[in-house]
C-alpha cells in the first residue's frame, strides 16, 4: 500500500450469520468470511445467543467488529417478516449515527436478500463515494398455475397472492435501489431477469454457498438405487409430488424422506399408493442428512421456488443429480448434476418426475466444487471494487 491507499471498510448485512447452522445462517456467515478477506468489515447481525458467542464468531470470521442487534422481548412474538423489518430499521439507523465519525467505502446487504423485500439500504441515503452491494438475492420464480395445482395439491389461490403481493413489494422496495446500487448479486436466472427489468445496470448470477471439505468426506464409490427427498414438508417444496411419482417407480427402488415436517399422518396416507418402498425418516442432523444423500441414487427436489437450496450444490459435490424443474435456483445450484423434468410434456407431472428419477439414478455426473471460498472472494471482492481503494 502506498500513501493515499487503504483497505476498503465494508459494513455487511447478515441478519443471521452462524457458521454452525444451516444454509441461510451459513450463506451469512460465509458471506462475512470472505467480507473480511477482501475489506475491513463490519458485519451487522441479529446476534446469537450471548455477547461471548458473538465475540466467537467475529474471531472465527475473522472480521473487525459483529454487532449484534438483537430483537427486544416484544419483537421475539411477532412473525419473522416483522422482526426482519424491524431489524433492517434498527440497522439503517446504526448505520447513520456510525457514519457520522467514520466513512465507509461499501454497504452490503448480504443475507436475508429478497428480490421483493426491504432491506437496511431501503431507509439510507447513499453518500458520495459509497458503493453498494445488493445479494446474493433471490425470490422471483412464479410457476404456472396448472403446475403450482400438480405440486401442491391445492388451488392456484395462494400464488396468485403472493405473485401480486411481492410484485407490488418488489416496485415499492426494490425498485427505486436500482439506481443507487452499484453491483447486484442474482441467485438465479429469474431473479437476475427481474433486476433487470427493474433497471439495475450491473446484475451476476452467484451462489451464496460455501461448502467446507466435510461435504466431499462422505462420498461413496457406489450409490444405492434409491431417491432421497431432503427438505422441508411444506407443499411449495414439491414432497406431494415425489410421493405421486412413487406410484411409478419400480418395486426395487426406495424413496427416503427426510426433514422438518415431512414424517406426518397426511404424508404418510400419500405413501400408501407408492409402488415401492418409502421410508419416513424425519428431520436429521446435517451429517445424518449428507450420509443420506451421499448414498442415494438421485435427490428429487421439485421445489417450486426455490432461490438457493444448499442441498442441490450438495448433492453435486457427492456426485448425485437432482432431478428438479427449470425454475428458481435449483438448476444452478445442482450444475452439471441437474435433470430437469418438463413442466408442460406428455402425461402427468407424477409420471414424468418418476421417469427422470430413474434416469437420473443411472448418471454420473462430474464432480466439479463449484462453491469454494475462492470463487466467493472473488465474487465479492469484484464487486466491493478491488482490494484497497484509492482517495
Keep these: 500500500m502506498t500513501g493515499d491507499d487503504r483497505r476498503i471498510r465494508?459494513?455487511?448485512?447478515?441478519?443471521?450469520?452462524?457458521?454452525?447452522?444451516?444454509?441461510?445462517?451459513?450463506?451469512?456467515?460465509?458471506?462475512?468470511?470472505?467480507a473480511g478477506r477482501v475489506s475491513t468489515a463490519t458485519v451487522v447481525t441479529r446476534g446469537l445467543e450471548s455477547p461471548a458467542a458473538d465475540e466467537e464468531l467475529r474471531a472465527r470470521l475473522g472480521v473487525e467488529a459483529v454487532v449484534a442487534l438483537r430483537p427486544f422481548e416484544l419483537e421475539r412474538r411477532l412473525p419473522l417478516h416483522v422482526q426482519y423489518a424491524a431489524w433492517c430499521v434498527r440497522a439503517a439507523r446504526w448505520t447513520a449515527r456510525?457514519?457520522?465519525g467514520r466513512a465507509f467505502d461499501v454497504l452490503h446487504h448480504a443475507t436475508y436478500a429478497s428480490d421483493w423485500f426491504l432491506n437496511p439500504l431501503t431507509f439510507l441515503r447513499k453518500r458520495p463515494g459509497e458503493r453498494w452491494v445488493l445479494g446474493p438475492i433471490g425470490g422471483a420464480s412464479y410457476p404456472s398455475a396448472a403446475l403450482a395445482r400438480e405440486v401442491t395439491g391445492a388451488r392456484a389461490v395462494g400464488l396468485t397472492a403472493r405473485r401480486l403481493a411481492t410484485s407490488a413489494s418488489r416496485r415499492l422496495f426494490i425498485g427505486p435501489l436500482a439506481a443507487r446500487v452499484d453491483r447486484a448479486l442474482a441467485l438465479n436466472a429469474d431473479t437476475e431477469r427481474v433486476l433487470r427489468r427493474l433497471g439495475y445496470a450491473t446484475v451476476d448470477v452467484t451462489s451464496n454457498a460455501v461448502l467446507d471439505d466435510a461435504v466431499a468426506a462422505y462420498r461413496v464409490p457406489e450409490r444405492d438405487r434409491t431417491v432421497a427427498f431432503l427438505g422441508r414438508g411444506v407443499a411449495w417444496k414439491g414432497l406431494r409430488a415425489v410421493?405421486?411419482?412413487?406410484r411409478h417407480l419400480p418395486p426395487d427402488v426406495t424413496v427416503h424422506v427426510a426433514g422438518p415436517d415431512t414424517d406426518t399422518p397426511e404424508h404418510r396416507e400419500l405413501a400408501q399408493d407408492a409402488a415401492c418402498p418409502v421410508v419416513f425418516h424425519g428431520r436429521l442432523s446435517r451429517p445424518?442428512?449428507?450420509?443420506?444423500?451421499?448414498?442415494?441414487?438421485?435427490?428429487?427436489l421439485p421445489s417450486l421456488h426455490d432461490s438457493a437450496p444448499w442441498a442441490a450444490a450438495e448433492a453435486a459435490e457427492l456426485g448425485v443429480p437432482t432431478v428438479?424443474?427449470?425454475?428458481?435456483g435449483v438448476p444452478f445450484m445442482a450444475g452439471p448434476a441437474a435433470v430437469t423434468v418438463d413442466p408442460e410434456g406428455d402425461g402427468t407431472l407424477?409420471?414424468?418426475l418418476a421417469a427422470a428419477l430413474l434416469r437420473a439414478i443411472d448418471l454420473h455426473p462430474p464432480v466439479e466444487p463449484r462453491f469454494t471460498v475462492d470463487r466467493m472472494v472473488e465474487t465479492i471482492g469484484g464487486a466491493y471494487g478491488g482490494e484497497t481503494v484509492r482517495r
Design 324 to 328: 428438479c424443474l427449470p425454475l428458481g
Design 288 to 300: 445424518e442428512a449428507l450420509a443420506l444423500m451421499a448414498r442415494s441414487g438421485a435427490l428429487a
Design 10 to 34: 465494508s459494513v455487511v448485512y447478515a441478519y443471521t450469520c452462524d457458521d454452525r447452522q444451516g444454509s441461510e445462517p451459513g450463506a451469512g456467515a460465509a458471506l462475512a468470511e470472505v
Design 350 to 352: 407424477a409420471e414424468r
Design 98 to 100: 456510525e457514519r457520522r
Design 243 to 246: 410421493l405421486a411419482a412413487a
